[in-house]
């Protein structure tokens, strides 16, 4: 079965500072990979994906992120935050092949401090 | 309007009384699913269904049953609510099952059970 870890429960940052929230997967087959955002009192909504190819993602709101699969890593980036992406985030995965279920990480709180 | 859609958004009832959270999407998706979410575990997946008529556990599927008579509706059922049942839940659904696609949510049902 495959896991996620997300390796920061919460993560404060200033506004218009880079910020990474950093996941880990464990899998002994292919993945694909995904984040997600929870906006307050909302339900969650796709970032950006890897399937397979370019290891480098672009998402929406200016995220993207990086497929490492030497370090079973997917870790999101935006180089310049702004106060509405305080949310939490969800890194997520499914096997490549004859899986039905997404698993999800325990989330990431980001709040962007004025 | 593509969308998923969760009733009620908040319930408060007493243990052992029987209820139904509702879920209906208008995308034609094959795949729906229920997802818990409580602080500082993520979402965990309940139950989740490939198509009419066909149901299968998530991780937490005790105390919970599901049913998919039609392929717009997936209601989620607590027979016997317990207060260990108080939690946050969402509704997805997925053009297809295989998990290569996005996930769209339900804006979520609170359910806090005395």
């Known amino acids: 079965a495959q896991s996620v870890t997300q390796l920061d429960s919460q993560v404060p940052v200033f506004e218009e500072a880079p910020v990474e929230l950093r996941c880990n997967y464990s899998?002994?087959?292919?993945?694909?990979l995904f984040w997600y955002v929870q906006y307050p009192n909302q339900g969650l909504q796709l970032l950006l994906k890897y399937l397979s190819g370019s290891t480098l993602v672009k998402g929406i709101n200016g995220f993207e992120a990086e497929f490492n699969k030497s370090q079973t890593s997917f870790h999101l980036r935006k180089p310049s935050v702004h106060i509405s992406d305080t949310a939490e985030y969800f890194c997520a995965v499914s096997r490549a092949a004859g899986s039905y279920q997404l698993t999800f990480g325990k989330g990431t709180k980001l709040s962007v401090i004025p | 309007e593509a969308q998923v859609t969760q009733n009620p958004r908040y319930l408060i009832t007493v243990t052992g009384k029987k209820l139904t959270v509702t879920c209906s999407q208008n995308m034609n998706h094959e795949y729906m699913s229920w997802y818990r979410q409580d602080p500082g575990l993520g979402l965990r997946q309940i139950y989740y269904s490939m198509n009419v008529e066909v149901t299968d556990k998530g991780d937490v599927p005790e105390g919970y049953k599901v049913s998919r008579k039609e392929k717009r509706n997936f209601p989620l059922i607590l027979e016997s609510p317990s207060p260990n049942q108080t939690s946050l839940y969402f509704c997805?659904?997925?053009?297809?099952?295989?998990?290569?696609?996005?996930?769209?949510f339900g804006q979520g049902t609170r359910l806090t059970v005395v």
């Open positions: 899998s002994s087959v292919s993945v694909y």
């Open positions: 997805a659904s997925s053009p297809q099952s295989i998990m290569n696609t996005e996930a769209f």
